[in-house]
């Protein structure tokens, strides 16, 4: 278990700071530490992927993806591919995604969490991603859309909700809110 071991001692600290998340956090344990092969996407019961809340250098924008398979405004992100360090997933997610290579990870600790269903695609059965997210600033505002997306938008925080109504954005959005 020691290549989940880093993942763990993440989220304990996630924990510390964010109690009211409890929920989330000892599902997430439960699945890491009873799944092996969590960082793999051929685990189809479910596999962690990392995420980066990307912001402006004023803080007051987050870079989305008009997600190309799930056709959903989403922040950037991915699947570890047995890659245990998810911060690491989340930096590779976040300049594949965007074109942009120089990005900030604003706190080492995890920013959000989140457990989700991606639905049934080509064969593959519907299943769990438990996304561990990670808070980035950009240096720049240019990206360039990947061919994962359909598009990519700077987003004013105070506006995600015309892009966005899922429960885990406008809780990230709000975690941006408090962090001033």
């Known amino acids: 278990m020691p290549h989940r071991t880093p993942l763990l001692d993440l989220l304990d600290d996630y924990l510390d700071r964010h109690v009211g998340e409890a929920g989330v956090v000892t599902r997430f344990r439960s699945f890491v530490t009873s799944e092996p092969d ?3 996407r051929s685990l ?4 962690v992927t990392g995420s980066a809340w990307i912001i402006d250098p004023t803080g007051s924008q987050t870079l989305l993806t008009h997600h190309a398979k799930l056709e959903r405004w989403l922040q950037l992100g991915g699947h570890a591919d047995g890659d ?3 911060a690491a997933v989340a930096l590779r997610e ?3 995604e965007s074109g942009m290579a120089e990005f900030r990870l604003v706190e080492p600790g995890i920013f959000d969490l989140d457990i989700h269903a991606i639905p049934e695609r080509k064969g593959i059965p519907e299943h769990l991603h438990y996304d561990v997210r990670f808070l980035l600033e950009a240096s720049q505002t240019a990206f360039v859309v990947s ?3 359909l598009d990519l938008a700077w987003v004013p925080l105070a506006e995600l909700d015309t892009y966005s109504k899922e429960e885990s954005m406008l ?3 709000e975690k941006s809110f408090e962090r001033g």
Do not use: K, T
């Open 94 to 96: 976040a300049r594949e």
């Open 147 to 149: 061919d994962e997306s």
């Open 38 to 40: 969590c960082f793999e």
């Open 44 to 47: 189809l019961i479910g596999h």
């Open 84 to 86: 245990p360090d998810v």
């Open 171 to 173: 809780r990230m959005r």
